[in-house]
């Protein structure tokens, strides 16, 4: 199993469930979730986190600015 | 002793201007007020004092960069005539609603549409009932000699930043053309962005760490908030209109009838009086300078005394609505009054007052 | 299962929200490239530490309230004014950055005139000039910019060349400006192409410093519900349309 090289957080309650962040993840570690948050939107969470490899692509890229990105520097073990 | 020059109405403007300490002039040309900028132009402001003068693609774009200017907290100005004051309609109630100060001066022409560039006082109803949407007023003062048009720039500045409201100096282009001696003031500094910044803490300065971010604005989505905001504005107008009125009296004391005249309509009643008096008949002038706030309680007190008023303006009848809502029906109140760019004499005017209110 | 919390660490934090934002939700439907361009200004506010020097010039349109989402000093405009705002706050406080942020209902229709005449002035200031193509905040009319056969509430059946004209390409008409010294045109619906797009924005307001005339950066962005399209489907409709109409790149650098 791949060891996950970076992490995200999401601010599920300013999530707009846009998806925008799902296409522009290169490892498909994002997807929508079931559950809706407090505005009824199905937020953003990180479905498949071992593959994450901290590019930052969708935190740059979501426009209500609500995900954090986190990358384990080169040679740290986790 | 300060200076004296002989100067158009116009011309005065711009001396004033720079002399005050304004920041920023933007306007568009546009006749008879073109003399402002062309006297700006060529006294070279911003060598001396560092004013901003600035000629726009249009009276539009004149009123918003007056805006822009007025919200750093800036003492900016613009002037145009007629026309170009209604392309301003828009800007000014912005501005109004923005709650921000600044001077504008109209050099009223006759109209409607392009009219004419003779002189005239029909922008009386466009400039002190609204002009724009919405419910706001004008600080409204109307100079009725060359000395007023320099003097009036300072005082409209003043009452500008005490209410944060945009203030209308109603000229006209009589007044605007004609020339007289002028005295001068001496040159105030600008004010430097430490006063600004002191003074006009609402102002676009750029947001400083110690404080919450400044914006200028007349956006109220809820309506809640825009009733609101409106019964402020309606406050501060109770509060012009108590504070800043101001008129001339010419031999009212003994008059049995009374001329109510602004701008160079009164330079021309007060001949008109000389001339009844002489036929006996006892009238008297008041002059509004401040058209809005009005001098209606002054007009009230006349209206226990007199037996009619005379409203002469160079407008088919504006300003006499508001001399007969001062004396709620006491006393008759006819209008007389030459206009699209005809100015009366003084004998025209002596004989409406024997028509419409003596001999009738 | 995963060594995620091992990673979400201080030492580790690669990307995080700018501080330049305020804490507001934004009022944009999901997914809208308003967001996106909002948070690029903040962030190179940030990094250029001009965070006390720079006031914004709001329009009338979808980012009316702009304002309430950058910690700046702000200033609403009246509908396409915004340049004749952002002339005067530039020529009173030379010394500080004024950009104006305006639509294209608002740049491009009624404000052409305002538009044209600062740039041909080469106004020392930043305009960023949001195209999507419709007039959003009304509920979905032709823009000056709405592309032919596309639908827009006052086109129904599409925008109707021969009636309505060709969509205007303003950034091109502005960039034959002398006053300009960097028109560009960019995008947000990808990460590469939001890089690309600071990067512009970056050197937009460098040549505001540098005193170089009027930057225009357009941004080619998605109105999904103005569109009627998921977020994801109106930025793959914008690549395969709108960006043949207004290909992305400089159109003018000096």
Redesign the interface.
């Known amino acids: 199993m791949a060891k996950a090289k970076g992490a995200i957080v999401v601010d599920k309650a300013r999530c707009k469930g846009c998806g925008v962040c799902t296409t522009a993840c290169p490892t498909k570690v994002i997807e929508l979730a079931a559950e809706v948050n407090g505005k009824g939107y199905h937020y953003a969470y990180m479905a498949n986190p071992d593959a994450c490899i901290g590019c930052s692509n969708c935190g740059i890229i979501c426009p209500d600015t609500c995900i954090t990105v986190y990358r384990a520097k080169a040679g740290a073990t986790a | 002793m300060r200076e004296l020059k002989l100067m158009k109405g116009n011309e005065a403007v711009a001396e004033a201007a720079i002399r005050c300490g304004v920041d920023g002039y933007f306007g568009y040309p546009i006749t008879p007020q073109s003399e402002i900028m062309e006297t700006l132009m060529d006294l070279r402001p911003w060598e001396s004092t560092g004013m901003v003068v600035l000629q726009a693609e249009s009276e539009i774009a004149s009123i918003n960069m007056v805006y822009g200017g007025a919200g750093c907290g800036k003492r900016v100005m613009t002037t145009s005539s007629s026309p170009g004051v209604s392309l301003m309609q828009e800007g000014l109630t912005y501005l109004a609603g923005a709650e921000l100060p600044c001077v504008v001066v109209n050099v009223v022409r006759g109209g409607p549409g392009l009219g004419t560039i003779q002189p005239a006082q029909s922008d009386y109803f466009q400039t002190v009932k609204g002009g724009g949407h919405g419910d706001y007023k004008l600080i409204t003062l109307a100079p009725a000699s060359v000395q007023e048009m320099a003097d009036f720039v300072e005082d409209a500045f003043n009452l500008a930043f005490k209410y944060r409201n945009p203030v209308m100096i109603l000229s006209d282009g009589v007044i605007g053309q004609m020339m007289e001696k002028v005295e001068l003031k001496e040159f105030a500094p600008r004010w430097t962005m430490d006063y600004i910044e002191e003074n006009h803490p609402w102002a676009t300065t750029g947001k400083k760490k110690e404080r919450a971010k400044n914006i200028i604005t007349s956006v109220q989505l809820e309506a809640s908030v825009q009733e609101a905001f409106n019964h402020k504005l309606q406050a501060k107008y109770r509060a012009v209109e108590e504070n800043e009125v101001l008129f001339e009296e010419v031999l009212c004391d003994d008059a049995e009838y009374i001329i109510v005249a602004y701008g160079s309509s009164a330079r021309i009643c007060q001949k008109s009086i000389e001339i009844a008096r002489e036929k006996g008949i006892k009238v008297g002038m008041l002059r509004p300078i401040t058209l809005y706030p009005f001098p209606a309680e002054q007009l009230r007190k006349r209206a226990e005394q007199v037996k009619g008023m005379l409203s002469v303006e160079m407008s088919a009848g504006q300003m006499v609505e508001d001399v007969k809502l001062a004396v709620e029906c006491k006393i008759p109140v006819e209008h007389f009054g030459r206009f699209g760019g005809s100015v009366h004499s003084p004998g025209e005017v002596v004989e409406a007052l024997e028509q419409k209110l003596i001999g009738g | 299962m995963?060594?995620?919390n091992?990673?979400?660490?201080p030492?580790?934090?690669?990307?995080?929200?700018?501080e330049v934002?305020s804490d507001n939700?934004?009022s944009?439907?999901?997914?809208?490239?308003?967001?996106?361009v909002h948070?690029l200004i903040a962030e190179v506010i940030e990094e250029m530490d001009i965070?006390?020097?720079?006031?914004g010039?709001?329009p009338v349109g979808c980012s009316?309230?702009a304002?309430n989402y950058l910690?700046?000093?702000?200033?609403?405009?009246?509908h396409g004014?915004a340049p004749?705002?952002?002339?005067?706050?530039k020529?009173?406080?030379p010394e500080?950055n004024v950009f104006s942020y305006q639509g294209d209902g608002d740049l491009a229709a009624i404000g052409t005139?305002?538009t044209?005449?600062a740039c041909n002035r080469g106004e020392n200031i930043v305009m960023i000039f949001i195209n999507n193509g419709i007039y959003g905040m009304t509920g979905g009319q032709m823009a000056p910019t709405t592309l032919p056969g596309m639908p827009a509430s006052t086109c129904p059946a599409g925008r109707d060349v021969s009636h309505d004209g060709e969509p205007i390409k303003i950034s091109e008409i502005l960039a034959q400006l002398p006053g300009t010294c960097y028109v560009t045109r960019q995008s947000?619906?990808?990460?590469a192409n939001?890089?690309k797009t600071k990067k512009a924005l970056r050197k937009a307001f460098e040549n505001q410093k540098a005193n170089k005339g009027t930057s225009l950066v357009e941004v080619v962005s998605n109105c999904n519900s103005g569109w009627k399209m998921?977020?994801?489907k109106s930025?793959e409709w914008m690549e395969e349309n709108m960006f043949p109409y207004y290909p992305l790149g400089d159109i003018k650098n000096k």
């Not at chain 3, 944009?28 to 996106?36: K, R, V």
């Not at chain 3, 004749?84 to 706050?89: C, K, P």
């Not at chain 3, 947000?188 to 990460?191: G, I, K, S």
């Open positions: 995963s060594d995620i091992t990673i979400i660490k030492e580790n934090l690669t990307y995080k929200r700018t934002l939700d934004l944009y439907c999901p997914g809208c490239g308003h967001g996106t948070k965070q006390d020097t720079t006031i010039i709001a009316v309230l304002y910690e700046i000093d702000w200033q609403q405009a009246a004014r004749a705002l952002a002339t005067a706050v020529r009173l406080m500080k005139a305002e044209i005449h947000v619906h990808t990460a939001v890089r998921t977020p994801v930025n």
